[in-house]
């Protein structure tokens, strides 16, 4: 291969514009805000690292995963047991979560993604499924808490900074959720990105071209692993608080429905997704308990059928008309 | 011994309400090489019918058939009007279109009934029956006859009616069927409405063991994924073969080794197993499609 290309590509002037618009909203924004539309911020940028990691995998390369919600129950269970058992600081738990997790996803995928398509998408919502079951389980009490769960103290703003803790619990998410996107974009717009997408759209001519199957499926479940994990031990932190009955299968397709309403195969998808599955359904609550997912499932449908790129696809082509009139 | 032959009964009782599924899945996977997640949601929400029935005052059996026609309705609807736009789509478009009718499904069944756990009647009397020294409630001997009853309709219907033929046939041969005049599209209905219908007597046959709730169906359906993989998800006879045995395993495994704590986590184990050491299954063809 020509070493040129595997050079990341370079931002373009208007994906520059872009992001620092997105940077001095993200740093400046939150100073407006009250302690709890923080914490749902912060619950925001968690989200959207899960739905960057699934994205990679899903979006990208083409493999489902229903049960990615076990991966962020991982990291979560993780950090909390890293942090009270071990006496670990959060800022070090978050990251040893997300090689926990990455380990987790390497070990189940090697198995799983032998055969492909459906039969990865059954045996993760399998694990989608079992896992509650399983951090409940007696056998296991002692280290994740069975049904009671764990609960973490909220951590301080460190060197006597004079922000209060929700603020410095965004800007600690903020500060680790810009590295991993920058990491998933580079990621994408490079060899491995292009590898990934070629495995997608065409496998046949992709393995034929001397890309390794394997090897590269196994790397994006387990990037996805990683991301899964890191977003699930941060909103552990910011919610104080890990337990069975929050990652339930219904958690793992709440992701599936961010990316696919964010749009497949996006980077900013994951943004709109997290934004979408964050705020949706405390609307929808206010109409019935049984709303939100309602609203999800109809959302679903239409995107399967009218936006299959999600919002992040409808933006590109609205950008791509006005630029045309212009 | 007692308690072992005890234990294999139930745990046939269950596999048949696992094996029905597992067929329902079986016959969709056949005809279209999809897997509906959405299987286990469609017969919870027929069950919720066959109870709205029920308590408008139809009898039993009326509202059971009543609901089957319903299940057939919605499978030959769901078909036509949602499968069928994405029948050439990548897996995960398929995948996403089963996931929303799951959810759909789902949140309409919590939003027409509510949450709240229901009993569900069965129609087979309440007394536990004295087979010598084991125990048996008629209901689990009922579930295992209905799941048997069926299976020898399915197999005769595919065997001997000229219909049954004509959806063997477009399943396997789409474009000679074509040719040969069978309505290729109308059999691919038929048989989601018949798998939908299949589904239907599982949800009533399990609700009133588990009880009826919108999330009933969640562990009968991977338990059934087992079942079917176990048995090889293109061999609707091997499917059916493969839930009873995962109905056995389930509680042999869960009284004797592990406990009934994460009897999922068993279904999760023989999933993987099953893709990691026989992909076809037991009785499964040569080819798998993947």
Redesign the interface.
Known sequence: MNPANRKAVPATAAELRAAAVVLALALLLPLALDGYQLFQLTQVLAYAIALLGLNLLSGYNGQVSLGHGAFCAIGAYAAAILMTRFGLPYWLAVPAAGVVSLLAGLLFGLPALRLGGLHLALATFGLGLALPQLLKYKGLEAWTGGVQGIVLSKPEAPFGLPLDQDLWLYYFTLSATLPMFWVARNLIRGRIGRALVALRDAPIAAVAMGVDSARYRLFAFGVSALYAGVAGALAAVAVQFVAPDSYTIFFSIALLVGIVIGGLGSISGALYGALFIQFVPNIADELSSAAPWAIYGVFLLACAYLLPQGVAGALRRLAIRNARKG | MEALVNQLLSGLASGGIYASLALALVMIYQAT???N?AQGEMAMFSTYVAWTLIAAGFGYWAAFFLTLAFAFGLGFLIERL?VR??ARA????V???F??????F???A??LFS?SIRSFPSPFPQETLHLGRYLVTPHQLGAVGVTLIVLVLVFAFFRYTATGLAMRAAAQHPDSSRLAGIRVGRMLALGWGLAAAIGATAGMMAAPVVYLEPNMM??IL?YA??GA?LGGIDNPGGAVLGGFLVGVLENLLGAYVI?T?????V??FL??AV??VR?RGLFGGRS?R?
């Open positions: 090489h999809h897997v997640f949602l736009p994405v990548p897996v995960l478009s995948v996403v279109v996931i929303g009718l799951l959810v759909i789902n949140s309409l919590g939003w949450y969640s562990g991977l994924f087992a993989l406990g704590e994460i009897k999922l986590s279904a999760l999933i993987v893709l990691l992909p798998l993947s």
